[in-house]
């Protein structure tokens, strides 16, 4: 934010009281609107016009958002998705509340949620908690990270319970709760590698519909890649090669799956991936931007925090046919948010919990400011 004129140095009290208010207002929409609109009425409109001039990139705005992450002590600041959309959604006057799982329910009301003021800068603001009732939000983004787990989706219901409306949550709290970002929507499965998914067992055995139909679809493949539907990101991601017995498969899937207890994803490797897996950023259903992820040095898997290098991309014509019926289904399923990863031109993942490496798109694009034209995307859908 630019530094105060110093016009309002040299003004009365009242005047600066007003603009002073009309600041707050713009960053904080819950403010005293009905008292601020009197000191207005007060004040000297030549000074306060002077007041407006030197604020020319200042926006007032109606609606308030609330961001649901995991705890401040987990989130690496510097480079957070959630924290620059905040940013840039306070600098379009736009005002912001945080909160996290382990105190948004701390309120004795039931129709209120505990929350955090976002001032001045989203990567360090006061902890001034306050109860506010949830119709307060024009939007209320849920960027808990996976696994989808119970607690995951226990918060959820209980947000709804205290009056949170379904239509509020973004993205949409059903499929937040049932779209598994390792399998496509329906939809979109022509676009997917080849998988099977094994469901967790409650007698401690792989059923034989599930070991034909795993033989058939790859027994021409040199490898296979697994990923436990119970895990997030590339945590638990392994790479075999294909079993050539119905007991060695037996036993793969029986370790991997913890003797059959948990769900587990089997799919087809796709070598394409040491050219790098694109990532595709949406907003709205609009494709906003593309980077492309390089494995880790010695691994097959993309791992970020390990070292995986990232660079600008741009999709090719066939990449952007199918990147734009990705789209077209988000806009069907009102997901507002979501990055999808291509590996040769097959959906590898589909983000739509807390979608990230926003900050890294915008660097490799030279700081181009995705972040505005998603919060813009944002703020013009409503519930």
């Not at 403010?31 to 002077?50: H, P």
């Not at 620059?84 to 105190?103: T, V």
Request: net charge neutral; hydrophobic share 40%.
């Amino acid at each position: 934010m630019p530094s105060p004129s110093p016009t309002l140095l040299n003004v009365d009290f009242v005047t600066t009281t007003a603009a002073v208010g009309l600041l707050a207002h713009a960053l904080m929409s819950n403010a005293a609107v009905t008292a601020l609109k009197e000191q207005l009425k007060k004040a000297n409109l030549v000074v306060l016009n002077l007041f407006i001039f030197s604020y020319p990139n200042l926006k007032m705005h109606s609606s308030s958002l609330l961001w649901i992450t995991d705890p401040w002590n987990t989130l690496t600041h510097y480079n957070d998705t959630t924290l620059r959309l905040m940013q840039e959604a306070l600098n379009l006057g736009i005002s912001c509340y945080w909160s996290a799982p382990d105190f948004i329910l701390k309120s004795k009301s039931l129709n209120k949620l505990c929350v955090v003021p976002v001032i001045g800068s989203a990567q360090s603001f006061p902890f001034n908690e306050v109860e506010l009732d949830s119709s307060k939000f024009h939007h209320i983004h849920y960027r808990i990270d996976p696994p989808v787990d119970f607690n995951y989706k226990l918060l959820l219901d209980q947000l709804i319970s205290r009056g949170v409306q379904k239509g509020q949550i973004k993205n949409p709290p059903d499929i937040l709760k049932d779209q598994s970002e390792k399998i496509p929507p329906p939809p979109l499965r022509i676009y997917a590698p080849r998988m099977h998914v094994t469901e967790e067992s409650s007698n401690g055995a792989l059923n034989n519909a599930d070991l034909t139909a795993i033989l058939t679809l790859f027994k021409d493949d040199a490898w296979v890649v697994t990923k436990p539907l119970n895990l997030a990101q590339s945590m638990g991601v392994k790479k075999y090669a294909v079993p050539q017995r119905e007991s060695e498969w037996i036993q793969l899937i029986k370790t991997e799956t913890e003797n059959f207890s948990k769900g587990m994803v089997i799919q087809e490797y796709l070598a394409e991936v040491n050219d790098g897996e694109v990532r595709v950023w949406y907003a709205a259903g609009d494709i906003v931007a593309c980077l492309k992820k390089f494995p880790k040095t010695g691994d097959f898997r993309v791992l970020i925090d390990e070292g995986s290098k990232v660079a600008a991309y741009f999709l090719t014509e066939k990449e952007e046919t199918i990147a734009l019926e990705v789209g077209r289904v988000l806009r069907t399923q009102g997901v507002l948010m979501a990055a999808i990863d291509f590996i040769g031109g097959k959906i590898s993942d589909f983000n739509i919990t807390s979608p990230g490496l926003l900050v890294q798109l915008e660097e490799v694009h030279g700081g181009k400011n995705f972040a505005k034209i998603i919060i813009e995307k944002l703020m013009a859908e409503k519930n």
